[in-house]
Nanobody, 125 residues
């Protein structure tokens, strides 16, 4: 079992920045990759960015490329998402997720076994 706790969400104006954090605890050795997902009201949960814990391979959704940066501090089991140039369409609940090796690399909700409770990001125009 892996427990994930997100933080760093909030309300910003268009063009602003936020840095999300996700602290992993429990059996962290069971996870091979971690990712950020988001879900807006009335929409499906979508992948934002994914990173391999050991190898550092990174995947970004097209909507995140050039604006968001995913990183991980393996010593403290903390995942980060630096979000710059935020747009109103980025408004969503952001979730941290962890997966096992054979499901990594897809940036798909079904590929991840563990989920945090989410942190709200609201971007006003």
């Amino acid at each position: 079992q892996v427990q994930l706790q997100e933080s760093g969400g909030g309300s910003v104006q268009s063009g602003g920045s936020l840095r999300l954090s996700c602290v992993a605890s429990g059996n962290t050795s069971s996870s091979y990759c971690m990712a950020w997902f988001r879900q807006a009201p009335g929409k499906e949960r979508e992948g934002v960015a994914e990173i391999y814990i050991a190898g550092g391979r990174i995947y970004y959704a097209d909507s995140a490329k050039g604006r968001f940066t995913i990183s991980i501090d393996t010593a403290n089991y903390t995942l980060y998402l630096q979000m710059n140039s935020l747009k109103p369409e980025d408004t969503a609940m952001y979730y941290c997720a962890a997966g096992v090796a054979w499901t990594c690399g897809r940036l798909a909700t079904a590929s991840f076994s563990y989920w945090g409770q989410g942190t709200q990001v609201t971007v006003s125009s």
